[in-house]
C-alpha cells in the first residue's frame, strides 16, 4: 500500500548531538537536520529545542505540522515507554525526564519513545537489513554495544523497558571491568573500546610486529589503538593483528550465541563502527557462531547480516513506533 500521504518525524538524542528526520509511510526519508545537543543543560531546555527541530525538519520537507501523524525519539539509557519518561540515561541530564508529556505540550501530536538501540533495530527490522524476517537480532557495535531485539514484530524490551541490555550479559567470570560496575560484560570485549584494549596489550606483547607498529604511529598522533588498527595490521599480513581480530571474534561470537540461544532470531544484524569490516568480520563470525549455536542450524537456521540504514536506522526506527 502507498503511504507516501503519511508523515512522521523521528528523533535521536545523544550526548553530543540531536538528529531529526522527516518521513513518509514508505519510510522515505525527506529532510535531515542535526543540532548539539547541549547536554549540561537542564532538560527542559533541550526539550524545548528538539520540538524546534523537529518542526524544522517537517518544514524542510513541506509537510505541513497538521499533515504530521506522529513524533518519535530514541534515546540512550533506560526508557520507560509506556510512561514517556526517560528514567537514566549515561551522557544526558535525564533522570526521571518526562519527555512524552513535555514534548507533546509543545508539539501536539502522539510521542513515543523507546531507546536508541532499540529504535534503530526496529528501524532495521522494518526497511534495512531485517525487512525480510519477522524476529531479528540487531547488534552494535560503537563505544559500547547496543541490541536491539524484535520478536514476531515486536520491539522486546521487558518489564518497564528495562531489559535488552545485550551488552551487560556476563561472559567472562571476573573479566575486563565493564563501565556498568560489572566485570567481564560482553560489552567490556566486543566494543571497539574492547577491541582496542585488547589491541595495546597485543601489541606490546608483540612488539616488533606490524600492530605494534601501528599502535605506535597512533601514539605519536596522541591516539591510542582503534577500532581499526588490528583489522589493518592483519589485512598487512600480520600475526599478531590476525590473533586480536581471530580473538575479538570469538568474544562477540560468544555473546551473539547467547542471545541466540535465548531468543532464536531468524537473523542478526551488525552494525556500528566494526561493522564497517563488512565480510572480513561476518564471514569468520558466522562460522564460529554457526559452530557454538545450541543445536546446530539445521533446525532453525540465522542469518548473520551488516546493517543496511546507519543512522538512518534510529531515525526511521524512532519514527515508526
Ligand atoms: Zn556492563
Same mark, same amino acid.
Given at each position: 500500500?502507498?503511504?507516501?500521504?503519511?508523515?512522521?518525524?523521528?528523533?535521536?538524542?545523544?550526548?553530543?548531538?540531536?538528529?531529526?528526520?522527516?518521513?513518509?509511510?514508505?519510510?522515505?526519508?525527506?529532510?535531515?537536520?542535526?543540532? *548539539?545537543?547541549?547536554?549540561?543543560?537542564? !532538560?527542559?531546555?533541550?526539550?524545548?529545542?528538539?520540538?524546534?527541530?523537529?518542526?524544522?525538519?517537517? /518544514?524542510? /520537507?513541506?509537510?505541513?505540522?497538521?499533515?504530521?501523524?506522529?513524533?518519535?525519539?530514541?534515546?540512550?539509557?533506560?526508557?520507560?515507554?509506556?510512561? =514517556?519518561?526517560?528514567?537514566?540515561?549515561?551522557?544526558?541530564?535525564?533522570?526521571?525526564?518526562?519527555?512524552?508529556?513535555?514534548?507533546?505540550?509543545?508539539? @501536539?501530536?502522539?510521542?513515543?519513545?523507546?531507546?536508541?538501540?532499540?529504535?534503530? =533495530?526496529?528501524?532495521?527490522?522494518?526497511?534495512?537489513?531485517?525487512?525480510?524476517?519477522?524476529?531479528?537480532?540487531?547488534?552494535?557495535?560503537?563505544?559500547?554495544?547496543?541490541?536491539?531485539?524484535?520478536?514476531?514484530?515486536?520491539?522486546?524490551?521487558?518489564?518497564?523497558?528495562? =531489559?535488552? %541490555?545485550?551488552?551487560?550479559?556476563?561472559?567472562?567470570?571476573?573479566?575486563?571491568?565493564?563501565?556498568?560496575?560489572?566485570?567481564?560484560?560482553? *560489552?567490556? !570485549?566486543?566494543?571497539?573500546? @574492547?577491541?582496542?584494549? #585488547?589491541?595495546?596489550?597485543?601489541?606490546?606483547?608483540?612488539?616488533?610486529? #606490524?600492530?605494534? %607498529?601501528?599502535?605506535? %604511529?597512533?601514539?605519536?598522533?596522541?591516539?591510542?589503538?582503534?577500532?581499526?588498527?588490528?583489522?589493518? /595490521?592483519?589485512?598487512?599480513?600480520?600475526?599478531?593483528?590476525?590473533?586480536?581480530?581471530?580473538? !575479538?571474534? *570469538?568474544?562477540?561470537?560468544?555473546?551473539?550465541?547467547?542471545?541466540?540461544?535465548?531468543?532464536?532470531?531468524?537473523?542478526?544484524?551488525?552494525? =556500528? @563502527?566494526?561493522?564497517?569490516?563488512?565480510?572480513?568480520?561476518?564471514?569468520? #563470525?558466522?562460522?564460529?557462531?554457526?559452530?557454538?549455536?545450541?543445536?546446530?542450524?539445521?533446525?532453525?537456521?540465522?542469518?548473520?547480516?551488516?546493517?543496511?540504514?546507519?543512522?538512518?536506522?534510529?531515525? #526511521?526506527?524512532?519514527?515508526?513506533?
Amino acid at each position: 500500500m502507498d503511504k507516501s500521504n503519511i508523515f512522521k518525524i523521528g528523533l535521536d538524542i545523544g550526548g553530543t548531538a540531536v538528529k531529526a528526520g522527516a518521513a513518509d509511510g514508505n519510510g522515505k526519508i525527506l529532510a535531515k537536520a542535526s543540532i *548539539e545537543t547541549g547536554a549540561q543543560r537542564p !532538560y527542559m531546555a533541550i526539550f524545548r529545542d528538539v520540538a524546534a527541530v523537529a518542526r524544522r525538519v517537517a /518544514a524542510d /520537507a513541506g509537510i505541513p505540522w497538521d499533515n504530521v501523524s506522529g513524533v518519535g525519539v530514541g534515546v540512550p539509557g533506560t526508557v520507560n515507554s509506556a510512561a =514517556g519518561e526517560v528514567v537514566y540515561a549515561n551522557n544526558l541530564p535525564f533522570r526521571n525526564a518526562p519527555i512524552g508529556s513535555e514534548l507533546f505540550k509543545i508539539l @501536539g501530536k502522539p510521542i513515543q519513545i523507546e531507546n536508541d538501540a532499540n529504535a534503530a =533495530g526496529y528501524g532495521e527490522y522494518l526497511f534495512g537489513a531485517g525487512r525480510k524476517y519477522s524476529s531479528s537480532l540487531f547488534v552494535t557495535l560503537g563505544t559500547g554495544v547496543g541490541g536491539g531485539i524484535v520478536v514476531d514484530g515486536k520491539i522486546f524490551s521487558g518489564f518497564k523497558s528495562a =531489559g535488552a %541490555e545485550i551488552g551487560h550479559m556476563v561472559i567472562a567470570h571476573g573479566g575486563a571491568p565493564c563501565t556498568c560496575g560489572q566485570r567481564g560484560c560482553f *560489552e567490556a !570485549y566486543a566494543s571497539v573500546t @574492547g577491541l582496542a584494549r #585488547l589491541t595495546a596489550e597485543t601489541a606490546a606483547k608483540y612488539p616488533d610486529s #606490524l600492530l605494534a %607498529e601501528l599502535v605506535a %604511529e597512533r601514539r605519536k598522533v596522541g591516539k591510542d589503538a582503534g577500532g581499526k588498527t588490528a583489522f589493518d /595490521a592483519a589485512a598487512g599480513g600480520d600475526k599478531a593483528g590476525a590473533e586480536v581480530v581471530g580473538t !575479538y571474534i *570469538e568474544y562477540l561470537a560468544d555473546g551473539i550465541v547467547s542471545v541466540v540461544n535465548l531468543i532464536r532470531p531468524q537473523a542478526v544484524i551488525i552494525g =556500528g @563502527g566494526v561493522s564497517a569490516q563488512g565480510e572480513t568480520l561476518l564471514a569468520p #563470525l558466522r562460522k564460529s557462531c554457526y559452530a557454538k549455536v545450541y543445536g546446530g542450524t539445521d533446525y532453525a537456521p540465522f542469518d548473520i547480516l551488516t546493517a543496511q540504514l546507519g543512522n538512518d536506522a534510529g531515525l #526511521l526506527g524512532a519514527a515508526f513506533l
